[in-house]
């Protein structure tokens, strides 16, 4: 039995598994790039705020995210003595490790921003919108793309993780299809196959951009 036969033979159950999965990464990239924008900013222009995310960010890079989402689909709901859907604890989960991850890196952008930027567009006579909208804006958003993609690329990996608290995503099909035929190699080598024609042109995309944008600030 080859891939092929057996992409043709359990498509209903990949497809499936493959929508369970995108839509488990439409909420971790939705919620992990809006909110971790949003709260990089803050950090960035609070010392306060600053700190929360730069060691938040700092434990959730520590603390693999499969312990993490373990502890509060178990031990949490035993704790708090309520009974959560797994697809519920992986989204919160990793959409949060996505969250500051991503707000790390925004304020870490921000936050080293040159100043003589802002003060030649005051010279010019721009506004502060004007500054951000033409100036800050663009430089950052291209600085920052290649980075907050190449993460997003790593929290479709981890997604993988949330099968093992019984989230029917795209993995899990794949080894409950190999317990029924135990054809290992093909199954996850068409499994591979769909994460490389996924992951490999963000990947390279990214690689791209930051070639062709990214920048030391600190060059003249």
Same mark, same amino acid.
């Given at each position: %039995?080859?891939?092929?036969?057996?992409?043709?033979? /359990?498509?209903?159950? +990949?497809? @499936?598994?493959? =929508?369970?999965t995108?839509?488990?990464? =439409?909420? *971790?990239?939705?919620?992990?790039?809006?909110?971790? &924008?949003?709260?990089?900013?803050?950090?960035?222009?609070?010392?306060?705020?600053?700190? $929360?995310? @730069?060691?938040?960010?700092?434990?959730?890079?520590?603390?693999?995210?499969?312990?993490?989402?373990?502890?509060?689909?178990?031990?949490?709901?035993?704790?708090?003595? $309520?009974?959560?859907?797994?697809?519920?604890?992986?989204? #919160?989960?990793?959409?949060l490790?996505?969250?500051?991850? !991503?707000?790390? $890196?925004?304020?870490?952008?921000?936050?080293?921003?040159?100043?003589? /930027?802002?003060?030649?567009?005051? !010279?010019?006579? %721009?506004?502060?919108?004007? &500054?951000?909208?033409?100036?800050?804006?663009?430089?950052?958003?291209r @600085?920052?793309?290649?980075?907050?993609? &190449?993460? @997003? !690329?790593? %929290?479709l990996?981890a997604?993988?993780?949330?099968?093992?608290?019984?989230?029917?995503?795209?993995?899990? $099909?794949?080894?409950?299809?190999?317990? *029924?035929?135990?054809?290992?190699?093909?199954? /996850?080598?068409?499994?591979?196959? +769909? #994460?490389?024609? !996924?992951?490999?042109? &963000?990947?390279?995309?990214?690689?791209?951009?930051?070639?062709?944008?990214?920048?030391? /600030?600190?060059?003249?």
């Open positions: %039995m080859t891939v092929l036969d057996i992409l043709i033979t /359990y498509h209903i159950a +990949f497809l @499936q598994g493959l =929508a369970v995108l839509q488990l990464c =439409a909420v *971790i990239w939705s919620v992990g790039i809006a909110g971790g &924008i949003a709260l990089g900013i803050a950090g960035a222009q609070s010392k306060g705020w600053g700190r $929360v995310v @730069q060691w938040t960010s700092f434990g959730f890079s520590a603390i693999p995210a499969l312990v993490i989402l373990f502890w509060l689909h178990y031990p949490a709901q035993a704790v708090f003595n $309520v009974v959560i859907d797994p697809f519920y604890t992986a989204a #919160f989960t990793l959409a490790v996505n969250l500051f991850g !991503v707000g790390e $890196v925004v304020r870490q952008a921000v936050s080293d921003f040159p100043a003589q /930027y802002l003060t030649a567009g005051r !010279v010019c006579g %721009m506004t502060t919108r004007q &500054i951000v909208r033409h100036v800050q804006l663009p430089i950052l958003f @600085q920052l793309l290649p980075s907050i993609l &190449i993460l @997003q !690329v790593g %929290m990996h997604s993988l993780f949330a099968s093992l608290i019984s989230v029917e995503e795209i993995f899990r $099909v794949a080894q409950r299809i190999n317990s *029924i035929i135990y054809r290992p190699i093909e199954i /996850y080598t068409a499994l591979a196959l +769909f #994460f490389l024609a !996924v992951c490999l042109p &963000i990947n390279l995309f990214a690689a791209w951009l930051k070639k062709r944008y990214t920048r030391d /600030y600190s060059e003249r």
